[in-house]
């Protein structure tokens, strides 16, 4: 039986061309600065975005990190979404490793964060307060895509008040496949910006930081310190460029896929929300666990959680999209 796991992106198998090109990469020490293929990622996805440099981490996790401690000094505040992955799902790390105090804010329905609470919440210059240097958004958030307009006021609000803005941009791809644009549209608004390679783009381990060539050497210094400098890591780079290379626009079949899914539940009877990219939420409430032991029986990998997440990717089709539509239909009619 084909396992259809649906828990998460970052599932994904490296492709056939993927592994050929991991295989036959040029590589060298990275924390000598010497692997070829480690400098050509991070050179071309810093141009492709629109910023003078770039750096290679092993996770979005430690970019974020970096991207925050190289903005932020000990003691100062980053303003960020209650629900946002910097804030919630990252151990806490810019508080514990780089003494950042968050002022968390709750998210809006369209994963955006209230430009006037959050003008409310930058504290003025008082030795009472934490300084408040940075406003970190988080593109897609939940699967939800931040309008282009929305970035350009948040710029705005961060210019007034001489804040830095970084952008967690995990799936930035799937923002710039899902808006028809060129991801520079999304991170000219930004300082810094994380893009994670392992989740839809398809590559086994990394993202990328880019920001200034000042902001970039800071954040080279922090990598090591964390623990963070790799040797040939060419060898996980050049899966990184293979999927900026072939694995952007297939995006937009992870996106109608979900769509589809989405559909399907409704149809089935469920609770199902609207769909911007490639995330799925339903609204299981009580019965999550009894569906996912439900689903794993028939194949189908899902979390368990009460508010349900779906996510489609590239090893993922139609045809199975179909059977795990008919696996809940199944589970209703019990
Ligand atoms: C996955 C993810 C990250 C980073 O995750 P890692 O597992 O550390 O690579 C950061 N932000 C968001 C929104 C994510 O989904």
Same mark, same amino acid.
């Given at each position: 039986?084909? +396992?259809? &796991?649906?828990?998460? !992106?970052?599932?994904?198998?490296?492709?056939?061309?993927?592994?050929?090109?991991?295989?036959?990469?040029?590589?060298?020490? !990275?924390?000598?600065?010497? !692997?070829?293929?480690?400098?050509?990622?991070?050179?071309?996805?810093?141009?492709? /975005?629109?910023?003078?440099?770039?750096?290679? *981490?092993?996770?979005?996790?430690?970019?974020?990190?970096?991207?925050?401690?190289?903005?932020?000094?000990?003691? !100062?505040?980053?303003?960020?979404? #209650?629900?946002?992955?910097?804030?919630? %799902?990252?151990?806490? =790390?810019?508080?514990?490793?780089?003494?950042?105090? $968050?002022? $968390?804010?709750?998210?809006?329905?369209? =994963?955006?964060?209230? /430009?006037?609470?959050?003008?409310?919440?930058?504290?003025?210059?008082?030795?009472?307060?934490?300084?408040?240097?940075?406003?970190?958004?988080?593109?897609?958030?939940?699967?939800? *895509?931040?309008?282009?307009? %929305?970035?350009?006021?948040?710029?705005?609000?961060?210019?007034?008040?001489?804040?830095?803005?970084?952008? &967690?941009?995990?799936? /930035?791809?799937?923002?710039?496949?899902?808006?028809?644009?060129?991801?520079?549209?999304?991170?000219?608004?930004?300082?810094?910006?994380? +893009?994670?390679?392992?989740?839809?783009?398809?590559?086994? *381990?990394?993202?990328?930081?880019?920001?200034?060539?000042?902001?970039?050497?800071?954040?080279?210094?922090?990598?090591?310190?964390?623990?963070?400098?790799?040797?040939?890591?060419?060898?996980?780079?050049?899966?990184?460029? %293979?999927?900026?290379?072939?694995?952007?626009?297939?995006?937009?079949?992870?996106?109608?896929?979900?769509?589809?899914?989405? &559909? =399907?539940?409704?149809?089935?009877? %469920?609770?199902?929300?609207?769909? #911007?990219?490639?995330? *799925?939420?339903?609204?299981?409430?009580?019965?999550?666990?009894?569906?996912?032991?439900?689903?794993?029986?028939? =194949?189908?990998?899902?979390?368990?959680?009460?508010?349900?997440?779906?996510?489609?990717?590239?090893?993922?089709?139609?045809?199975?999209?179909?059977?795990?539509?008919?696996?809940?239909?199944?589970?209703?009619?019990?």
């Amino acid at each position: 039986m084909t +396992v259809i &796991d649906l828990r998460s !992106d970052t599932v994904t198998q490296p492709s056939a061309g993927m592994r050929a090109a991991m295989a036959n990469a040029p590589l060298g020490d !990275d924390v000598y600065g010497e !692997d070829p293929t480690v400098n050509r990622l991070e050179s071309e996805l810093a141009a492709r /975005l629109g910023f003078a440099g770039g750096l290679f *981490v092993p996770s979005g996790t430690m970019s974020n990190l970096l991207g925050l401690m190289a903005h932020c000094a000990r003691g !100062d505040e980053y303003i960020v979404g #209650q629900q946002c992955h910097t804030y919630k %799902y990252e151990a806490g =790390g810019a508080a514990v490793l780089g003494s950042i105090q $968050p002022q $968390p804010l709750e998210v809006q329905a369209d =994963g955006s964060l209230d /430009l006037e609470q959050v003008r409310a919440a930058i504290k003025p210059d008082d030795f009472h307060f934490a300084r408040t240097r940075l406003l970190a958004l988080e593109n897609t958030m939940q699967g939800k *895509v931040l309008p282009l307009e %929305y970035l350009a006021a948040a710029r705005k609000l961060t210019d007034e008040h001489r804040l830095a803005l970084h952008l &967690d941009g995990a799936r /930035l791809y799937n923002a710039a496949v899902k808006l028809g644009v060129d991801a520079r549209e999304i991170t000219r608004h930004f300082d810094s910006v994380s +893009v994670c390679l392992s989740k839809g783009l398809g590559a086994p *381990v990394g993202s990328v930081l880019c920001g200034s060539e000042e902001l970039i050497g800071k954040a080279r210094r922090l990598r090591k310190m964390v623990g963070g400098g790799m040797r040939q890591a060419g060898l996980l780079a050049a899966a990184g460029l %293979y999927a900026l290379d072939h694995q952007v626009e297939r995006l937009a079949e992870d996106h109608a896929n979900a769509l589809h899914l989405a &559909d =399907g539940l409704r149809d089935a009877g %469920y609770r199902v929300e609207a769909v #911007q990219t490639n995330m *799925v939420y339903a609204d299981l409430g009580a019965r999550a666990e009894a569906l996912k032991a439900f689903a794993a029986e028939r =194949g189908v990998r899902l979390s368990a959680a009460p508010r349900l997440r779906m996510v489609t990717h590239m090893d993922v089709n139609r045809t199975q999209i179909e059977q795990v539509v008919a696996v809940f239909a199944e589970f209703n009619r019990q």
